[in-house]
């Protein structure tokens, strides 16, 4: 599902809301997410999952063309783990 398609069923569940509302919320659940994940904390969302930063040291790699070793820099990254409920419902089907 990309986000156009989640914006639109919220759209079709909820009647009442005007669909660029809908945009504005989900856009902004996104953008907290983001802001929250880039101030290197995390966001839980109970039996949803949990969003969170890994950092990953600078290390050496190699060009797979070449085979010549490239260092690569740290870096951070967005790590998802799924709630329990999530995982139950997914493996209960």
């Known amino acids: ?6 914006i639109a069923r919220l759209v079709d ?3 009442h ?12 659940i996104f953008e907290e997410i983001t802001n ?3 101030d290197g904390n995390r966001v839980e969302l109970r039996g949803f999952g949990a969003f969170s930063v ?11 063309r070449t085979g010549q070793a490239v260092s690569v820099p740290a870096k951070s990254v ?8 999530l995982r139950e419902k ?4």
């Open 36 to 38: 929250t994940l880039a």
């Open 1 to 6: 599902m990309i986000k156009s398609e989640l």
């Open 54 to 64: 890994k950092h990953r040291p600078a290390r050496t790699g190699r060009n797979p």
């Open 78 to 85: 967005p790590y998802f783990k799924t709630g329990k409920d």
């Open 90 to 93: 997914l493996n209960n089907k």
């Open 17 to 28: 809301l005007y669909q660029r509302d809908v945009e504005r919320i989900v856009n902004t």
């Open 13 to 15: 569940s909820n009647p």
